[in-house]
């Protein structure tokens, strides 16, 4: 039996593929893209292979033998190791930590039992698959043409769907995909939402709609059955069209024939820990190697993707008007704290209109960016606050849960009964979060069904999708939530939206911090009367509370003019040398002391030359410089060629990865916080 040479991607941390003996058969070689087992160290692993060669430079007596190749799943298709290595390559990151991650569990698991078990009994939930769609609604004209742009577009067509909040890009996405589906029989189609809570609205219009089709859903909160199921249907092509969060960018689909990036503006695209990837990056990618259309949609695109549509790179569709008969955008009011002082957190203004749906039976919604009852706890007498003792940031008070919360660190510590300091007893919330806008709430309405909807009021499983099943049957008068209900949702009895306090993302250091916000505001301003008014009912409004009544990004909001103001931020971005003229490249650095961390960037910034269109910038603390006991801070690189700075980081990397340090560093490619 003559051998050949396997090359396997494992999950490590370093550089990651290495090379294993496998006896093979002539006719019956193992092929790239299936899964091996082999020893790592002093544990088995499950690897990829990526080569099968007939040749090594790993000397004979060092070379080990594969263990077992899994030859029952059929190999991971080239088109997708190639993905994979893109990946790794623009990220910089090792391909095994690319590649395997994102596959199920019960593929990676180091054993040399036959996997066909799970997977017959969860095949049994397999239906027929029969295209003709059910129920389709007739589109008005813009939409029509939308969508017909996008279903029949050919090759790799890269479109931004803008269309302003109710608009019905939904149903674009929706009739786009029913003529991809008529057309191609075996066509597979990936929908991306940017959160998990957006699935089950969508995964329900996209099953009623093709109720005879196999559709899977991939996203962090499956069971590791219901997440095998799924990536099995699509890897073998069975799943027609796949909904997922960001980590489905990485699935394994081998018919893919349209993209779709629902809120393609969404921050939730990109990963912020490890392989710091940009789900819709990766998909504008993914679609262009495949000679495929993509759709990015959004009422507030990125200005990444808006630069695009201006410069012509993406073709631009646009919904100018709500879909629903006679629903309008909302009128947005900015209410002058400082002439109109709110009491609990709410203005006379935002109480009477609060009054007023309470008295119409109509839904309202509070938008407040803060979980817990207060931000800091303070003694009046000695000036003492409820700083974290791990972290630069104060610690956040929990008043149901009768904790103290730390939300960088997770350190919990009972409220205090007196003054740590001064023994004082009477010690005081300063600010407000959601929980204590809620028992406002309760004591100026203690008739009315109060729900919040925040990360604390979601953490056990299914419970995020019982509250918005809860809103949508009508069983709530007002909803108090942070970013989690801002996005997406279609509530349709709401007609008014609050915004409580938004003005601190106004003075962040931070250049995208008004992107964001101006963002953030324009999607809860758009959960408000999606559906028209009906029988008399009020009109939809939204209060914006502000200190900073005259300031220009309010004055935006309330125009709902996203082309203007976005125009406003590109020539600012543009004078300024910021993306989406720039591409930058962030190098982190953790470390016991902080002057340790910035002696290893410091050290970083001159280890390897530069030429002229690179520029490092000088290394600082970052904004949170402490969290768990650890101090950071951040190097900024620079250039306005892409390609350059990937040959600079390929350099720099290999350089660095050679330092030995103790200092934790990692590299993050295109970084949306800095
Ligand atoms: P968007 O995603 O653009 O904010 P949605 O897709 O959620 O908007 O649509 C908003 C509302 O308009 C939904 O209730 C949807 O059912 C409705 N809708 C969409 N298209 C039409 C249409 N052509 N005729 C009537 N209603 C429509
Ligand atoms: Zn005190
Ligand atoms: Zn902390």
Excluded at 59 to 73: F, H, N, T
Excluded at 197 to 219: C, D, K, M, S, Y
Excluded at 409 to 435: H, K, M, Y
Excluded at 456 to 474: E, L, M, N, P, Y
């Amino acid at each position: 039996m003559s051998h050949c040479i396997l090359q396997i991607a494992l999950d490590t941390p370093l550089d990651s593929v290495f090379d294993y003996r496998w006896p093979c058969a002539p006719g019956a070689e193992p092929q790239p893209g299936q899964l091996a087992l082999v020893d790592f160290g002093r544990r088995e692993a499950v690897g990829l292979i990526v080569a099968v060669k007939r040749e090594t430079d790993v000397p004979a007596g060092k070379l080990k033998d594969a263990i077992a190749v899994r030859s029952q799943l059929s190999p991971l298709p080239e088109r997708w190791l190639a993905l994979a290595s893109f990946a790794a390559d623009y990220y910089q990151r090792p391909l095994g930590e690319v590649a395997l991650p994102g596959l199920p569990k019960n593929l990676r698991v180091a054993t040399t039992v036959p996997l066909d078990r799970a997977i017959k009994k969860l095949a049994r939930l397999d239906v027929a698959s029969d295209p003709a769609p059910a129920g389709m609604p007739v589109l008005n004209p813009a939409q029509q043409q939308a969508a017909d742009a996008i279903g029949g577009a050919q090759g790799f067509a890269p479109q931004l769907l803008y269309g302003v909040t109710g608009s019905g890009k939904t149903e674009v996405y929706l009739q786009a995909c029913a003529q991809v589906l008529a057309r191609e029989p075996d066509a597979q189609i990936l929908v991306m939402v940017p959160e998990i809570n957006l699935t089950p609205q969508l995964e329900g219009n996209i099953r009623a709609r093709f109720p005879g089709l196999l559709v899977a859903t991939l996203h962090s909160g499956l069971s590791e059955g219901e997440r095998m199921f799924s990536w099995l249907a699509a890897h073998e092509g069975r799943a027609r069209i796949v909904l997922g969060t960001r980590l489905a960018i990485l699935a394994s689909l081998p018919n893919l024939k349209l993209i779709v990036i629902d809120e393609e503006h969404d921050p939730s695209y990109k990963q912020q820990e490890g392989l710091r990837y940009s789900a819709r990056d990766l998909a504008v990618w993914r679609a262009r190697q495949l000679g495929i259309p993509i759709v990015l949609g959004s009422a507030t695109p990125s200005l990444e993707s808006w630069h695009h549509a201006q410069t012509g790179r993406y073709r631009k569709l646009e919904l100018r008007e709500r879909a629903v008969k006679d629903a309008v955008l909302p009128r947005v009011r900015v209410v002058d704290t400082e002439r109109d002082r709110p009491k609990d957190g709410l203005s006379s203004q935002l109480l009477a209109a609060l009054r007023q749906r309470m008295e119409r039976g109509e839904q309202s919604l509070l938008f407040l960016n803060r979980r817990g009852y207060a931000p800091v706890l303070t003694c009046e007498a000695c000036g003492w606050i409820s700083n974290c003792r791990r972290c630069s940031a104060t610690m956040v008070l929990h008043k149901p849960e009768h904790r103290l919360r730390c939300h960088h660190c997770s350190l919990e510590l009972r409220i205090p009964r007196a003054c740590p300091d001064c023994g004082n007893v009477d010690l005081q919330p300063l600010g407000r979060g959601t929980q204590r806008v809620e028992e406002g709430l309760q004591a100026m309405f203690p008739q009315a069904r109060i729900l919040r909807i925040d990360a604390d009021s979601t953490r056990r499983k299914g419970a995020a999708q019982a509250a918005f099943d809860t809103v949508h049957r009508g069983e709530v008068d007002i909803l108090v939530g942070t970013q989690m209900v801002a996005k997406g949702h279609d509530f349709k009895k709401l007609t008014l939206v609050g915004v409580l306090n938004p003005d601190t993302a106004l003075f962040s250091q931070d250049y995208r911090a008004s992107e964001r916000l101006f963002a953030q505001l324009m999607q809860v301003a758009g959960r408000a009367g999606r559906a028209g008014r009906v029988d008399g009912g009020s009109e939809s409004e939204v209060l914006l509370q502000t200190r900073y009544a005259s300031h220009p990004l309010y004055a935006a909001v309330a125009s709902h003019d996203y082309d203007r103001f976005a125009g406003g931020l590109l020539a600012e971005r543009k004078q300024a040398f910021l993306p989406p003229f720039m591409y930058q490249a962030l190098l982190r650095a953790e470390a016991r002391e902080l002057a340790e961390a910035i002696a290893f960037l410091d050290m970083a910034r001159t280890l390897v030359e530069t030429d002229a269109a690179i520029t490092i910038n000088d290394p600082i603390p970052m904004t949170m410089t402490r969290v768990h006991n650890v101090d950071r801070a951040q190097l900024l690189v620079e250039s306005s060629s892409r390609p350059a700075l990937q040959a600079f980081l390929k350099v720099w990397l290999a350089a660095l990865r050679a330092v030995k340090t103790r200092v934790r560093w990692s590299l993050e490619v295109d970084p949306l916080d800095i």
